[in-house]
Nanobody, 124 residues
Framework: QVQLVESGGRVVQAGESLRLSCAAS????????MGWARQAPGKEREFVAA????????HYADSVKGRFTISRDNAKNAVYLQMNSVKPEDTAVYYC?????????????????WGKGTPVNVSS
C-alpha cells in the first residue's frame, strides 16, 4: 500500500519557523516530482511548493517564495518543507503529494498520490 504520511504540523507564533516532513512508503518516489499543497479553512486547496526528482529544480507559490524551502532525500524516500517567518495566513492543513509530472503538482490535478495532511496554526 502506497502511503504519504506528513508530520511536523503544530501551533506556532507568527515569525517563528517549523519544518514539515513527509515519509513515503509502499514504493520509491525517486523518479517522481514531490510537493506540498495546503488548504486553509473555508478555502480551496492551493499549491505551495514542488521539487523535481533530482532536486535541481524547485517552484514556489508567490505567497511563500523567499520564506519556505522544499527539499527531498531520495535515500529516505522523504520530502520536507522548511517554513520560516510564518504568518497567520499560512494557517492551513498541509498536504504532501507526488506525481510523475511536476506540472500536475503545480496545477493540483491530476495528482496521483496525496497524504492525509498535517495542520499548521499560526497565531498572531
Amino acid at each position: 500500500q502506497v502511503q504519504l504520511v506528513e508530520s511536523g504540523g503544530r501551533v506556532v507564533q507568527a515569525g517563528e519557523s517549523l519544518r514539515l516532513s513527509c515519509a513515503a512508503s509502499g514504493r520509491t518516489f525517486e523518479s517522481d516530482a514531490m510537493g506540498w499543497a495546503r488548504q486553509a479553512p473555508g478555502k480551496e486547496r492551493e499549491f505551495v511548493a514542488a521539487i523535481n526528482w533530482s532536486a535541481d529544480f524547485t517552484h514556489y507559490a508567490d505567497s511563500v517564495k523567499g520564506r519556505f524551502t522544499i527539499s527531498r532525500d531520495n535515500a529516505k524516500n522523504a520530502v520536507y518543507l522548511q517554513m520560516n517567518s510564518v504568518k497567520p495566513e499560512d494557517t492551513a492543513v498541509y498536504y504532501c503529494n507526488a506525481d510523475r509530472s511536476l506540472l500536475n503538482l503545480e496545477r493540483g490535478t491530476p495528482v496521483k498520490y496525496w497524504g492525509k495532511g498535517t495542520p499548521v496554526n499560526v497565531s498572531s
